[in-house]
Nanobody
């Protein structure tokens, strides 16, 4: 079964950049989608970005144009590039894997209930 380990978090100033990595012990193509979630202090967990096994990508409106999700097939790793970071981006970022019937609407990959494997999280702190 797929196991996920996140890395790459840290402390950056507003406007800075980070690249988060999610290394999978199993093939990322054995699941339908890989997603990045985050949970800030006193906030609910929220979806940040998704990449499906077919290569489709999605990003939340709050990060669109600043964050980019991608994958390296050879390394079996999913990345989240964080650019133009803001203080409100401060959160623990989690990588997760989703499994669902591919015949379902594309929006299915945006449903948290579809994600059944989660990493331990990596802290991103944006502060001046």
């Amino acid at each position: 079964q797929v196991q996920l380990v996140e890395s790459g978090g840290g402390l950056v100033q507003p406007g800075g950049s980070l690249r988060l990595s999610c290394a999978a012990s199993g093939s990322i193509f054995s699941v339908n989608a890989m997603g990045w979630y985050r949970q800030g202090p006193g906030k609910q967990r929220e979806l940040v970005a998704v990449i499906t096994s077919g290569g489709s990508t999605y990003a939340a409106d709050s990060v669109k144009g600043r964050f980019t999700i991608s994958r390296d097939n050879a390394k079996n790793t999913v990345y989240l590039q964080l650019n133009s970071l803001k203080a409100e981006d401060t959160a623990v970022y989690y990588c997760a894997a989703a499994k669902y019937r591919e015949a379902l609407p594309g929006a299915t990959c945006l449903m948290t209930s579809m994600y059944y494997i989660w990493g331990q999280g990596t802290q991103v702190t944006v502060s001046s």
